[in-house]
């Protein structure tokens, strides 16, 4: 009885307020729809990192007899400065850093080069001594380059000692300042969207009014008075946190594992729809918390005692 | 049933009280005439009752309870025995005679059983049997009225708080009115009103509390609009005043 009659006034509710109701959603939607793509990139930029950071290596170069920089002076390293180096390598205090070395050879250099760059304009013209000789190395913990870096670079016959990940941190700064701006949109959205609630539920008080009146004047419980306007309010928001979860999905079934995942080659590295699953619970109930809350302080003000 | 310990109670940017140190007791089963000219505090004193206001001084005792220590939340449980009507009716338009009534029911949750049974009894002792299904626009004004007591008495509150309910009444109408509020009264219920009616009030010969810019300057037993007796032109309590 009593609980079809709220439910039946938070209907009456949203149909004398159709055009509001429908704002509401549509802010809804979009708010949280930018919310879940900031989580989504979250997701990726630590799926990223797991998936980069392992595969990351620090390249140690060697000098080669066409490089005239820094130690090198244009004379190709010596096997004494190899071998100085890989043992550098495998002793302490650099040994307990490194999970794994391999040594790359002009020759194996130049084949990577032709796998990766073969197509390219002016990959004929680049020859196997062109490219440095180099170590490969695997690091226990990819974020401790630097040790490398410091202790290798002033041996005699290393060219330069280059942390791979730097260029995966350009990557991921990228997308983590992609995701921040989703964040501060998403935050502005969300701002306007509880304003908007807020002012609807008041709207939607004020239009009743005089029924509101009656109810508090025959006794009516404040429980009573307001559940019917904090319906309307979760509705409206539920419906759009709905929406904004349907177009994660799609976004992620459509841009990101069709499309990104088609020109990656089914990089097993993005987001899939079981991240998204995870997203859209999120959004609905940041979108009933959210009205919820706004609708309960707007219509606080009609139940003054 | 209620009482008044020097209650004084002031608007905020108002110097001069709308009640000034009142006190008074009603008692259970009484018709009590507020008189008084317009701004003397008739209202201030039924918003008080119904705690719609805080007083600013003094106590205020409803039904046994004292409103100062009432919570909020229990509010809404008391007014469910205070029964209220208005000079201007306070219908809702949009909903009929009996829906306006069951809609008093259903807010505080009675079942559809109560309030099919309670509904029309209460609409024929207001004289409103065949007219359960018009609107209010549909019907007179002392017609609207009776749809007013009868949902301000529907769920037998022990007190009928009644602010001018013949103000926008004809004299004929009013007297309807009128015997209907007395109905009421013999049944037990309390009934305290607020006029300007002066032919009512000396034709009933009830209870009449004056009020004149917030003080009681009279309280008499079976008094008229205007007092045969010397006016009592004390402070506080002057309940001694009678014919």
Known sequence: ?305 | MIRFDSVSKYYSGNTRPALNSVSLEVLKGEFVFLVGASGSGKSSFLRLVLKEEKPTKGAIHVLGQDLARMSNRKVPYFRRNLGVVFQDFRLLPQKTVFDNVAFTLQVIGKSKGFIQEAVPDVLKMVGLAGKSGRLPHELSGGEQQRVAIARAIVNKPAVLLADEPTGNLDPATSAGIMTLLERINLNGTTVIMATHDAGIVDQMQRRVIELTSGQIIRDERRGGYQTQAIPVQGFGLAGGASV
């Open chain 1, 1 to 305: 009885m009593r609980l079809g009659l709220v439910l039946g006034e938070a209907g009456n509710g949203l149909r004398r307020n159709v055009s509001m109701v429908i704002s509401v959603i549509l802010v809804t939607f979009i708010s949280l729809t930018f919310v879940g793509a900031a989580i989504l990139l979250q997701f990726q930029i630590t799926q990223m990192k797991g998936y980069w950071y392992d595969r990351a290596q620090v390249a140690v170069f060697l000098c080669s007899s066409t490089d005239n920089t820094a130690n090198c002076d244009g004379v190709e390293a010596t096997q004494d400065q190899i071998d100085q180096v890989q043992a550098a390598l495998e002793t302490e205090p650099l040994a307990p850093f490194i999970k794994k070395v391999a040594f790359e050879t002009h020759d194996q250099a130049y084949r990577n080069y032709q796998d990766q760059f073969g197509d390219s304009a002016g990959a004929d013209f680049v020859t196997p001594d062109l490219l440095p000789q180099s170590f490969r190395v695997n690091l226990v913990d990819p974020q401790q380059a630097a040790v490398l870096t410091e202790s290798l670079s002033g041996l005699a016959g290393v060219e330069s000692v280059v942390d791979q990940k730097q260029y995966l941190d350009q990557i991921f700064a990228v997308l983590n300042t992609a995701s921040i701006t989703a964040v501060g949109l998403a935050a502005l959205m969300l701002i306007a969207a509880v304003l908007l609630i807020a002012t609807t539920i008041r709207l939607s008080a004020f239009s009743r009014r005089k029924e509101l009146g009656i109810m508090r004047l025959v006794g009516a419980s404040n429980r009573f008075i307001q559940t019917p306007f904090i319906l309307e309010g979760v509705f409206a928001a539920l419906i759009g946190s709905l929406l904004a979860g349907g177009a994660i999905v799609a976004i992620v079934q459509i841009f990101v594992q069709g499309f990104l995942g088609d020109s990656l080659n089914g990089a097993g590295t993005l987001v899939g729809l079981n991240d998204a699953l995870v997203v859209v619970p999120i959004l609905v109930v940041i979108g009933g918390v959210l009205a919820a809350a706004s609708a309960g302080f707007a219509i606080n003000r009609y139940l003054k005692v």
